[in-house]
Structure formats: C-alpha cells, structure tokens
C-alpha cells in the first residue's frame, strides 16, 4: 500500500495495470454467483467505470460473506434460543407449580377429540383425496393414539381457538399473536377459495385455464378481506359484482357467449351468499384446509402439496405459504416444549393405547 501511495503521488500509478490485479483477485475470492459480474467488467475499458464496477462487486461480496456468516450462526443461534426459552419457562414453573394447568387442559382436549372423532359422513370431503393417505388414516382414526397426533390435533384446535377462553396453553402464549394472524390468513384463504370455486363453476377451464384471470380474480377478492372481517355482506356484494364483470368482459375478448341473465344472477348470489358463516361452500373449503394443514403437521408442506383436496388447487401457492408457517411454529415451540408435553402426554395415553410410541419422546 506505500508503495502504491508513492506512486499514486509521483503520478507513476498505472490504474489499468492496477485494477487488473484487483479484479483478478476479485475472481478468485468472489463467491460462483458473482462470476457473471465480474467478467463484464473485463470487458470495461475505462478506468472510472471500472473502478466503480470493481467496489460495485465488493459491496455485493460483503453481503455474501455476511449472509454466509449468519446461516452458519443460525443452527447454533436456534439452538441457543430454545435452550434460553426452556431455561426461563423452567424458572417460572419452578416459582409456580400450576404453570402448565391450561397446557394440560388443552392436550386433554386434543386427546379427547381424537378418541371421539365422528364417522365420516356423505357430505363431509374424502380425506383420501389428500396425497398422504397414511397420515390421513393415523390421524383420523380413533385409535391408537400417539403423543404426536394429539400435539398436531392440540395445534389445529388452537386455529378454533375462542377470544373468550382464557384458558389458554401457557407454553403458547409467546406465540398466541402468530396463531391469530395464522387463523386470520385461514379465514381469508377459505374465503378467497369458496369465491374462486363458485366463479369456476360457471365458466370452468374456460376462463380459470388462465393463470392471469385467476390472479386477476385473486386481487379482486384479496382486495375486500379487511372489508369482510367488519362488513361481510357489502364486501361479497363488490367482489360478487366485480367478479361477475370481470368474467363477462374476459369470454367476450374472447370472442364467447358471455353469461346470462340469469347465470348472472345465479352467480351474484352464490357469491354474496359466501358472506354466510353456514354458507355450504365455504364450510366444506373450511374443512378441506384444515386436513391439509393436518397433513402439513404429518408429512411436510411439500408432500402435501401433491395432490390437493377438490377446490384448492387455485390457491396452491397460498396454502404453501400458510402451511410452512403453522408447521414452523409448531416444530420451534415443540422444540422448546417437547419435555413438558412428553411427560403430560404419558398421563394421558395409556401404553396400551400406544404401544409404539412406549417410552419415545416428542
């Protein structure tokens, strides 16, 4: 570096000679992605711009060593996290014993529910449809019950959670904010799904063959949801109107018989009548999330992603995201929490009940 300071102050310094060596080291310390960039800078003739484009990619190496720096922090960081968290709970519990009263509570409630599960109706969505038959079957029948179903039923009952009910698990509440906002994504999904089902129904692969009229559909309804949580009805009666036009201009660009009258009014209805909690459609899509988020807790997001239940295939990439969040928040919590639950959950289900999961832990 004095050496070039002299230089640079005699005027001696041969700037294309030097940035040629920068940028060579440049390429043998940048991270495959920058390769790209800096080849195109071995084309830059001018030393201003070269200079420029030599910190340009300096500036990008420094994220990639800091991005690279923090995921290999990560696993030790989370590790950490759940072992502080642990120790804090442990504390508390130590200074109140009933700590974990409404935790109990709640798992008894998820046990239960597994072992008084209804038969399946007509009506109700074939759960073979989801591409996880196996984690269907386990986790549908009344029996055996293992400590993992009832933490996954634990955790679907937690997005049916009543505001009112102040009994909620204590091991949860750091995360009861996350699990409302999830809840409230679920609403939103089963909405956005009951109206793109009831649209597809009057014109099929038609028009819903198209990825961009069924984005289009999407914004249309994603754009009332606040407006659906306070005033459901005048909300379904400006998606059900926008839709219903949006429908008729898209077949008449395409040169098709738009709607009838009378279809036309058919589908208002339909639409608006989504506004209805007991609204048939959205009950049965209310259904079918909830046994794909069941399969998420199962399987993984992935593998229940291929084959979805009838009428949410539209909103593949929504239910991703929805699922790998819930299944996120579960595995940490469980993470952090899997000892209290172990030793609730054997008080709960008898070995004779479960004779695999004899003496494992979450």
Known sequence: MDLLGREAERGDLHVPHLS?????????????????A????EN?????????GIFHVLGLMKMDMVNYTIQSLQPHLQEHSIQHERAKFQELLNKQP????????????AAADLTTLPPASPDAPDSSSVACPSPNEAADRPEPVSPAMVLSQGFLNLLLWDPENEEFPETLLRDRARLQELESQLRQLTVLAAVLLVASSFSGSILFGSPQFVDKLKRIAKAH?????SRPEEAMLTVSEQVSQEMHQSLKSMGLAALSSDN???????????AKEENCVRSVI???????LKCCLVLGV??????LPGGLTLIEAELAELGQKFVNLQNHNQQVFGPYYTEILKTLIPPSQAPEAEGASL
């Not at 800096?38 to 800078?41: R, S, Y």
Request: aromatic residues 4%.
């Open 38 to 41: 800096v080849q195109k800078l």
């Open 286 to 292: 209310d259904q079918r999330i909830h046994l794909f």
């Open 98 to 109: 009933s700590l974990l009263d409404h935790t109990t509570k709640w798992l008894t409630r």
């Open 225 to 229: 949801m606040e407006e659906f949580h």
């Open 20 to 36: 040629k060596r920068v940028l060579n080291m440049v390429t043998l310390l940048c991270a495959p992605v920058r390769d790209e």
């Open 264 to 274: 036309t009014a058919s589908l208002i209805g339909q639409l608006r009548s989504i």
């Open 302 to 307: 992935q593998r229940s992603l291929l084959d």
């Open 44 to 52: 830059v003739a001018d030393p201003v711009c070269l200079l420029r």
